[in-house]
């Protein structure tokens, strides 16, 4: 099989342990990053301390501060930045990207707060579509620390375009990582985005003392909560049935590993938001998302009692304790709903 050249957008956590799936499959990865300590250490040391500490890199990855290096010769970029970043990176790549087309695979789980856009949309509106062949998301309940130690993980890549999955399944698939493929990338990326809120709530209610009822109940209602404006929005509600929807979901919700549960076991002991945020040192999707999701709620007349709950113990000052009263003592309802 021919070697691949792959660039990885993103020395991150994330981005780290995907190129070290790469790298295991026998391709050749260049990260680009931004900060100076963090390639150099890749590059010499073969390690990226502060997101991966523990974990040696294979000395195949090599890592540029240079985007114009990274992509030059890279058949796939793989994106995988913080979604805060996602459209000021993707101007840049749109500058940069020359020659022939690349296919595009992103990572990212969120919602842009200003246009309620999902992030393969974000990356439409900015990279010119002669210059990409095509974009592909790729997600699922993955937490980088532990595909870095090659436990097994399953992933799904999504795309309009099944033969582009299917490309990128044959690029990342190996023992320690199955990769399924799907059509809705919709539902993939709503999913992948509202799940970091609910695990903030499920953070919340661990926080707060509750016990393992309350957050499955949470979890239960939260993908309720997803699957409605999923579909609200174009989405096959089976989607949430699969990995990038309750397998997402489960994981984010359960895992210690979660900066979105850590951030919310934190609100539910009492910390602000502002001090949560300090002390995490890395980002928390689920704050962005939980903005972004509430204006659009509002917009499509959805009602997500549990993310606009969230939504006001982030902005509005809401303790809480007050929060789970107030979701408690809500009118009966049917449970059942239809899509």
């Not at 979604?83 to 690349?102: D, F, H, I, W, Y």
């Not at 404006?229 to 979660?258: E, R, W």
């Not at 939980?290 to 982030?314: F, R």
Request: glycine share 10%; proline share 3%; with cysteine.
């Amino acid at each position: 099989m021919t070697k691949k050249q792959i660039a990885v957008l993103g020395a991150g956590s994330w981005g780290t342990a995907l190129a070290m799936v790469l790298a295991d499959n026998g391709e050749d990865v260049l990260i680009w990053g931004n900060h100076q300590a963090i390639t150099d250490e890749i590059n010499q040391s073969h390690k990226n301390a502060h997101y991966l500490p523990e974990i040696e890199l294979p000395k195949s990855i090599s890592a540029t501060l240079s985007l114009e290096e990274a992509i030059s010769k890279a058949e796939m970029v793989v994106i995988a930045i913080p979604t805060s970043a996602m459209r000021t990176v993707c101007k840049q790549l749109n500058e940069t990207l020359t020659g022939e087309p690349k296919l595009l695979v992103h990572v990212s789980k969120g919602i842009e707060p200003e246009t309620n856009l999902r992030m393969s949309e974000v990356i439409a509106s900015e990279i010119d579509s002669a210059k990409r062949t095509g974009i592909v998301v790729l997600s699922g309940p993955s937490h980088a620390e532990e595909v870095a130690l090659r436990h097994p993980t399953t992933l799904c890549a999504s795309s309009k375009d099944l033969a582009l999955a299917e490309k990128v399944q044959d690029v990342f698939i190996n023992n320690n990582l199955r990769v399924y493929t799907n059509e809705d990338v919709v539902g993939a990326e709503i999913g992948g985005a509202l799940k970091n809120i609910i695990a903030l709530g499920a953070g919340i209610s661990d926080g707060l003392g509750y016990g393992d009822n309350a957050k499955a109940a949470l979890m239960t209602r939260g993908m309720a909560e997803i699957t409605r404006l999923g579909v609200a929005a174009g989405s096959d509600p089976q989607t949430f049935y699969g990995l990038t929807g309750i397998g997402d979901l489960i994981v984010t919700c359960t895992s210690v590993h979660s900066r979105n549960w850590r951030a919310g076991n934190m609100l539910g002991k009492g910390k602000s938001l502002d001090e949560v945020l300090e002390s995490m040192g890395m980002v928390v999707e689920g704050v962005r998302t939980a903005k972004a999701v509430n204006g659009w709620a509002e917009k499509l007349n959805i009602d997500m009692p549990i993310s606009k709950a969230i939504y006001e113990v982030l902005f509005a000052g809401k303790d809480p304790g007050e929060a789970v009263d107030m979701l408690m003592g809500r009118k009966k309802k049917v449970e059942k709903e239809k899509f």
